[in-house]
């Protein structure tokens, strides 16, 4: 079983920037994707970005398009999401998750079916 740990929230102010991480217990295997979701209060969680294995495909939600970035340490069981140009109606508790996929260039579903989540950490923005 694979657990999953994000790090990096924090307070920041409207337009400043944050990177998250999450790090997994174990390898993650070829035939998964990894992903960033979110969860404002009073909000449903939300999909903001994925990744597969390789790294080869990536996909974000339209709202962050520019403005996040997500990449991968496979070697060091390490996901990282960059977020810059913060708004402050980004505040939310961002969640990693890891999903079976069909191959190492496969991402995962964006409807937030993944196996395995991570706790999550509080982002806060400031306005």
């Known amino acids: 079983q694979v657990q999953l740990v994000e790090s990096g929230g924090g307070l920041v102010q409207a337009g400043g920037s944050l990177r998250l991480s999450c790090a997994a217990s174990t390898r993650i295997s070829s035939n998964y994707g990894m992903g960033w979701f979110r969860q404002a209060p009073g909000k449903e969680r939300e999909f903001v970005a994925r990744i597969s294995f390789t790294g080869s495909n990536t996909d974000y939600a339209d709202f962050v398009k520019g403005r996040f970035t997500i990449s991968e340490e496979n070697t060091k069981n390490l996901l990282y999401l960059q977020m810059n140009s913060l708004k402050p109606e980004e505040a939310a508790v961002y969640y990693c998750?890891?999903?079976?996929?069909?191959?190492?260039?496969?991402?995962?579903?964006?409807?937030?079916?993944?196996?395995?989540w991570g706790q999550g950490t509080q982002v806060t923005v400031s306005s």
């Open positions: 998750a890891t999903d079976s996929v069909l191959d190492s260039d496969s991402i995962m579903s964006p409807y937030q079916s993944g196996d395995y």
